[in-house]
């Protein structure tokens, strides 16, 4: 079975800092990295995604970075904004196949003005 | 284009009754999935479809059954509600269809807004 694992569970970090929430997989199949964004109330949104070709993404504020060796990748949130505060989950998997498809356990960042 | 509809958004229960949620989409997707989602537990995985007549049991299936026969609709079923079934339950979509490789988009997935489920 698949295991994803992801920390800190919880994340408080003042505004304008910078936020990193990391995932390790053991699934060396796994071809698609993304992380989804819940706001609460909402469904999980995908925020950004990387494919194991590169080692790192940057789509304004938010980068992937990706560790193939290590079995890991991360979200770094730069200049965290209070707007930002959300619980952020990794559900890596192999794109074009179906089968299971689990999520981390979650990260619930405040970010304080 | 409404993407995933959940139905209903709230609902409460009873032990021991039984309901339906009902999970439909309009983007043609082949895989579905159903996960419940309770405080600091993360999203689970209930069950999921790779196909229309197809069904397999996730992380967490007992208590729950599943059909999907129709592509675009894939029904979540409690038999016999127990205060432990009450949660948030998603329902999510994704196509088969290949992912664009390198240009990092691949076949998301698009999630319902959830139903809330309360079972007393």
């Known amino acids: 079975q698949q295991q994803v694992k992801q920390s800190p569970q919880s994340l408080i970090v003042q505004k304008g800092g910078i936020s990193i929430i990391n995932c390790a997989y053991e699934?060396?199949?796994?071809?698609?990295f993304p992380w989804y964004q819940q706001f609460p109330g909402k469904g999980p949104a995908l925020l950004i995604a990387?494919?194991?070709?590169?080692s790192e993404k940057k789509e304004g504020r938010f980068t992937i970075s990706f560790n193939k060796s290590a079995k890991q990748f991360s979200l770094h949130i730069m200049d965290s904004q209070p707007g930002d505060s959300a619980t952020y989950f990794c559900?890596?998997?192999?794109?074009?196949?179906?089968?299971?498809?689990?999520f981390g356990g979650g990260t619930r960042l405040m970010v304080k003005p | 284009n409404a993407g995933v509809t959940q139905t209903p958004k709230f609902r409460v229960l009873k032990t021991g009754q039984s309901m339906t949620l009902l999970c439909a989409q309009d983007?043609?997707?082949?895989?579905m999935y159903w996960y419940r989602q309770d405080p600091g537990m993360g999203l689970r995985l209930i069950h999921y479809?790779?196909?229309?007549?197809?069904?397999a049991k996730g992380e967490v299936p007992d208590g729950y059954n599943v059909s999907r026969l129709k592509k675009q609709n894939f029904l979540l079923g409690l038999e016999s509600a127990a205060p432990s079934q009450t949660s948030v339950y998603f329902c999510?979509?994704?196509?088969?269809?290949?992912?664009?490789?390198?240009?990092?988009?691949?076949?998301?997935?698009?999630f319902g807004a959830g139903s809330r489920l309360t079972v007393l």
């Open positions: 559900a890596p998997y192999r794109d074009n196949a179906g089968n299971m498809l689990t």
């Open positions: 479809s790779v196909g229309e007549g197809t069904t």
């Open positions: 983007m043609n997707h082949e895989y």
């Open positions: 990387i494919r194991p070709d590169v």
């Open positions: 699934n060396t199949a796994f071809d698609y």
């Open positions: 999510a979509s994704r196509s088969n269809r290949e992912g664009q490789g390198a240009l990092g988009r691949a076949n998301v997935l698009t």
